[in-house]
């Protein structure tokens, strides 16, 4: 049997006892989309296949860098951190070519979700719960997710010895979509692709972008439920071959100041359980958009500001949302605008589809889907009508003040925390739990002194 045709738990019970392997690797993700794992060995894993597998909930209850929140009520120090029950997915089995087991033979990857309590606030589970919604409507539901990413020639090591200065770009100049550079660094780009394809989560287009080592890496179109996976896997592995070969990316949303942010796109369509066609096409509307598709772009559109915290996720990504760097400002809406929020991309039966450009690329996957599903899904359930079409250059034009989006962490945590929508969608749990995160962030931020702050002031005030 290979890896992707597992679907149940006597599936992946059959193919790990037929490997050789000793241990098997799995992951799962934390609230701000960093994956967190373990090696299990054989025998304890085809038990928790099972039965389930005990997993200490602070990895709910910690930041980025491990500190624990102290704001929030799921779990904490007066919880005592107690461990949480963790189903392992059987249908999330790979190969992982860039580990290997006694004989060379790939290591086996599964990806696990929380369960029971925990799964009120685990954002795998969040997303799934909006996918039960969308069946319930009727639906199966698409997606696709772009990444951009600069890359470095450093080190773990060498960039905390600079201080994260003056580091050195993998190439020079701004050379987007070129050629030259793909070819003369073709042995990374196959590395990637075919570490991708073995891995089931396929690029579908790869290029440079403008900028000095920066890629963007187009991933296939799948069920939403597997976009959010091959987002998620997508991540942390390139991070993992670009250090295997001596150098970094990162996923950042704006890493300097010189250059435009990194993007997290997420291209998004319905298609009708029934007939198994569009719901979003419709040749006989202007665009070939459909009824369906026009509420689903309203519903992404009205409660982008109340959302924003699930898009844009750490203080470094509103750094990101400033004018004339690709990035919009306003929860706008455009016919093949590159400068609006949501992009409408008429198409066929097969690719029309609607673009929400907002989202960087640090945001966690489950959870940003979970905010543009969910919100399109409400829009539909409640019939709303997109505001007006915006023409031409939506950063030089002025919109109502309804449709300004947070431009701090903070502000962003406060929409959502005061969002109806948000509670009815994703539920009071995940939207305590998530707010509070947020805050905690902007918190930490807040403690310290930055670069820009001391050489502003230090002398001179």
């Keep these: 049997m290979q890896e992707r045709a597992v679907k149940t738990v006597a599936d992946a019970i059959a193919l790990v006892e037929a490997r050789a392997l000793t241990h098997i690797k799995v992951g799962l993700s934390d609230i701000d989309g960093v994956m967190r794992g373990k090696y299990l060995r054989k025998d304890k894993f085809l038990s928790v296949l099972k039965s389930g597998l005990a997993f200490c909930n602070v990895v709910l209850g910690w930041d980025l860098d491990d500190h624990l929140y102290d704001n929030v009520k799921y779990t904490g120090w007066h919880t005592a951190y107690p461990d949480a029950q963790v189903r392992i997915v059987p249908e999330s089995c790979r190969r992982l070519p860039l580990e290997t087991g006694p004989g060379g033979e790939p290591m086996l990857f599964f990806l696990a979700e929380f369960e029971g309590a ?62 030259l550079r793909s070819t003369v660094a073709s042995d990374f780009y196959r590395q990637l692709n075919e570490m991708c394809e073995a891995m089931d989560m396929p690029i579908e287009g790869l290029h440079t972008e403008t900028g000095p080592g920066v890629l963007e890496a187009a991933l296939a179109v799948d069920l939403v439920a597997k976009a959010a996976d091959k987002g998620f896997l997508f991540k942390t592995f390139a991070k993992a071959l670009a250090q295997r070969n001596g150098m970094m990316a990162t996923f950042m949303a704006k890493w300097s100041h010189e250059h435009p942010g990194q993007s997290g796109h997420i291209h998004l369509s319905l298609r009708d359980k029934t007939t198994n066609k569009s719901a979003f096409h419709d040749e006989s509307q202007p665009y070939c958009m459909s009824r369906t ?166 002398e001179i005030i």
């Design 293 to 458: 598709q026009a509420s689903f772009m309203a519903g992404v559109q009205r409660y982008l500001p109340e959302f924003m915290a699930m898009y844009a996720q750490t203080v470094n990504s509103y750094s990101r949302l400033v004018p004339g760097y690709w990035a919009p400002l306003d929860a706008t809406w455009g016919m093949e605008n590159r400068t609006t929020a949501l992009r409408l991309i008429p198409g066929s039966d097969k690719s029309q589809r609607v673009e929400v450009r907002i989202g960087s690329a640090d945001a966690n996957p489950y959870v940003a889907l979970a905010a543009a599903l969910g919100s399109g899904l409400h829009g539909i359930e409640m019939e709303l009508e997109p505001e007006p079409m915006v023409q031409g250059n939506a950063y030089t034009q002025q919109f109502p003040a309804h449709l300004k989006l947070p431009n701090t962490l903070w502000d962003a945590a406060q929409r959502l925390r005061a969002s109806t929508a948000a509670r009815t969608l994703f539920g009071d749990a995940f939207v305590e739990h998530f707010a509070a995160t947020r805050e905690w962030e902007e918190r930490e931020f807040r403690r310290h002194v930055t670069d820009w702050e001391l050489a502003r002031y230090f």
């Design 118 to 179: 925990a799964a009120e606030v685990c954002p795998r589970r969040l997303l799934h719960r909006v996918l039960e919604r969308a069946d319930n409507l009727g639906f199966d539901a698409y997606g696709a997710l772009e990444y951009e990413f600069f890359m470095f020639a450093e080190t773990p090591q060498s960039v905390r010895e600079k201080g994260y200065r003056n580091l050195q770009n993998w190439t020079p100049g701004n050379f987007g979509y070129s050629v």
